[in-house]
């Protein structure tokens, strides 16, 4: 059942969780501002840089609701989530299945619409966008990188890299290209077409064609649920160095323990909503 | 930006070769008619008028049957009496009546066998209205006068094509039994029944036949100020009074020419429909493959909108996709129509049909617009998928398996 809040939330300003509903919460005072959080690890990130946390997030999540609707049976995803994901950060979200974190992924890169609630990106209203705007935003903000890889099967390996350049009238960020077709170029193979490229290299090139638009965020649903451990790891690899060398921002979905371990914080869903969880919520080692 | 489409579309129809090719094939047949028809069509009327001319403006036929079906006396067996069709004569305006008298005979040559028909004529007569009414020339030969000699005028594919060697002046034929020599060779009419045909004296004719004191046709030739009109209503009047024959037809030249022309609209008309038939087939089956083509790229149109595409980009993908394959079905179909034409002129050709088809005929502005309208055709076969394809929210279009 959707909730319709008639007072303002309590929210957590780092993680943005929703506190409304909890007791016993770590608090801050700053600028004569009390602020609330979920656990110690909130509160240390933003005792660490208070200016940084009470401006806008790169993406804030504000009650969000998502109900799909088959016409026999009504499935409520999301309840009343709110996020924050800011620039810069890598963010890991785990959770059973079901939880809702792919469709929280889908929110967050406007794939899909909200039931009800609002986006915002950098401050501004972004819920209501039409879809031109939204096919705007996701060429030139967002990149998906899936389990699947999600190749398109009849297009060679360049091709599928350089797709959103057919898309888009930007120019393909060139230092990034040079980058990253010099590390992940992988040289004769790029004529081939992706059932005759290893799932490693399919995933590689998936890479490639969320980065040649140079986006803010990187959005990754079990990037390396599909490849082995090995393979996994160079992709993580490559995730780490977009992150610390480019300053990209990641938010990733997840079950694999080395992604969440190299990331800055680990998020939690169960039932739609982020979970107070202490041992979980806060960056793993 | 246009041009990476066409060349994300030109592999897109590449990756499905045999399902592009069979939907194509749907609408090459349809054009490939349309051109047929188009092509055609100016030869088919030329041919016609051809054979109207050998008519002759200044004459008059009188047959049993309806006018619709000038060939059925044939089989009928209705014959006027002689002295009703001579009585014509004495109508104002009419020089002369020419009797004939038509049969399907057995004829031998050099112990070959055939079956043609055989014309009773009047020499004298024939001749007249043959050289002047209708422009036909002995090729080789002469006109017999004698009224009951065997000699024979036989017909140009007579002469070279029915028997296995050719007939030439001088030889001699076998008829039903009796030899007749060949006294004279048509020049080719380019119109298969007189190009077949023999002529034989109107009283040789009865001798085979045992028939006498009746005729089949009537040739009215006219003096030059005769009103034709009036002229074939008194034929009418005066034929109705006979009671051999109920009926008759009188056909004249702008009666003639008026029958042609419609069961040329006739025809045209019925392979105009066939076409258009087919053409719909080719636009439902485009459409068909346009919808497979949606319900199986609906993850990449997923994955296409998740990297940027807008609404419009995915219907422009879809539209110029069916759009080209409506051209080149189009241009195929042209090509195919074109040659199928040529193909259907040379066997007019060699079977006395002249004038069929020429490639000056052909109307380039007129295909150039049927390649326009196969664009046309597939863009709007591909409308109604390509805009559920651009409608689809990405992460439903990426959850479909």
Redesign the interface.
């Known amino acids: 059942m959707m909730k319709h809040n008639d007072t303002q939330p309590i929210i957590d300003p780092v993680c943005g969780m929703d506190l409304s509903e909890f007791k016993d919460l770590k608090t801050v005072t700053h600028a004569k501002t009390k602020r609330f959080f979920c656990g110690s690890f909130c509160k240390g990130r933003y005792e660490k840089a208070p200016e940084r946390y009470e401006g806008e997030p790169l993406m804030k999540l504000s009650n969000i609701w998502k109900v799909f609707d088959t016409g026999t049976i009504k499935t409520e995803v999301l309840k009343g989530l709110h996020l924050h994901v800011w620039e810069g950060d890598f963010t890991v979200i785990v959770g059973p299945s079901g939880s809702g974190k792919s469709?929280t992924l889908?929110m967050v890169?406007l794939?899909?619409?909200p039931s009800s609630g609002k986006i915002y990106l950098k401050g501004k209203d972004i819920t209501e966008l039409d879809?031109?705007r939204r096919?705007?935003l996701?060429?030139?903000t967002f990149g998906?990188v899936?389990q699947q890889y999600?190749?398109?099967?009849?297009?060679t390996a360049e091709?599928n890299a350089l797709?959103?350049?057919?898309?888009?009238?930007a120019k393909a960020n060139e230092k990034m290209l040079k980058h990253f077709f010099g590390e992940m170029v992988l040289k004769d193979r790029m004529e081939h077409r992706p059932s005759e490229l290893s799932g490693g290299e399919q995933q590689r090139i998936a890479l490639l064609?969320?980065l040649v638009?140079d986006p803010a965020i990187l959005l990754g649903d079990e990037p390396t649920g599909n490849l082995d451990s090995i393979t996994g790891g160079k992709i993580l690899d490559i995730l780490i160095d977009l992150h610390k060398v480019h300053k990209k921002t990641l938010l990733i979905v997840t079950h694999d323990l080395n992604i969440a371990k190299k990331a800055d914080q680990v998020i939690s869903f169960k039932d739609g909503r982020l979970v107070r969880n202490g041992t979980v919520h806060e960056k793993l080692r | 930006m246009l041009k990476k489409f066409l060349i994300l579309i030109l592999k897109g129809i590449r990756y499905r070769p045999i399902r592009s090719w069979l939907t194509i094939l749907g609408i090459v047949i349809g054009i490939m008619l349309v051109v047929v028809i188009l092509a055609l069509g100016d030869g088919i009327q030329n041919s016609i008028k051809s054979t109207l001319q050998m008519f002759g403006s200044d004459l008059i036929v009188v047959f049993p049957g309806k006018e619709s079906n000038p060939l059925a006396s044939l089989f009928g067996g209705d014959r006027f009496k002689e002295k009703d069709l001579t009585a014509l004569a004495r109508i104002q305006g009419v020089r002369f009546v020419a009797l004939e008298d038509i049969a399907s005979m057995n004829i031998e040559f050099l112990g070959e066998k055939k079956s043609t028909l055989v014309n009773g004529i009047q020499w004298d007569l024939a001749k007249i209205l043959m050289e002047q009414s209708e422009g036909i020339k002995l090729e080789s030969g002469y006109w017999p006068s004698d009224i009951n000699s065997s000699d024979i005028i036989i017909g140009n594919k007579v002469a070279q094509t029915l028997f296995k060697k050719n007939v030439h002046v001088g030889d001699e034929m076998i008829i039903r039994g009796k030899k007749m020599r060949i006294a004279g060779v048509l020049s080719s009419i380019g119109e298969q029944m007189s190009d077949n045909i023999i002529l034989m004296s109107i009283n040789t004719f009865r001798d085979l036949t045992g028939v006498r004191g009746v005729a089949m046709n009537a040739d009215v030739k006219l003096n030059p100020d005769a009103n034709v009109n009036l002229v074939a209503k008194q034929i009418k009047f005066e034929l109705g009074k006979q009671d051999a024959v109920r009926d008759f037809s009188v056909l004249t030249p702008a009666k003639t020419e008026r029958l042609a022309g419609n069961v040329l609209t006739i025809i045209e008309l019925v392979l105009v429909v066939i076409a258009l038939i087919s053409l719909i087939v080719g636009a439902v089956g485009i459409m068909n493959t346009m919808y497979t083509s949606v319900f199986e790229r609906t993850k990449q149109i997923g994955i296409m909108k998740a990297i940027g595409a807008t609404n419009d980009n995915i219907l422009a993908l879809f539209l110029l996709e069916s759009g080209i394959i409506g051209v080149v079905g189009g241009i195929i179909g042209i090509t195919f129509g074109i040659l199928m034409a040529f193909l259907i002129g040379l066997y007019g050709e060699r079977n006395g049909i002249r004038g069929l088809f020429s490639f000056a005929s052909l109307d380039f502005f007129g295909l150039f617009v049927i390649l326009f309208l196969t664009f046309v055709i597939g863009v709007i076969s591909g409308l109604l998928p390509a805009r559920s394809a651009s409608k689809m929210e990405p992460a439903e279009a990426l959850r479909y398996e």
């Not at chain 1, 999600?150 to 297009?155: M, T, V």
């Not at chain 1, 797709?163 to 009238?169: Q, R």
């Open positions: 469709t889908n890169g794939l899909d619409r879809d031109d096919a705007e996701r060429s030139r998906f899936f999600n190749l398109i099967p009849w297009l091709e797709l959103p350049l057919v898309f888009s009238t064609r969320a638009n």
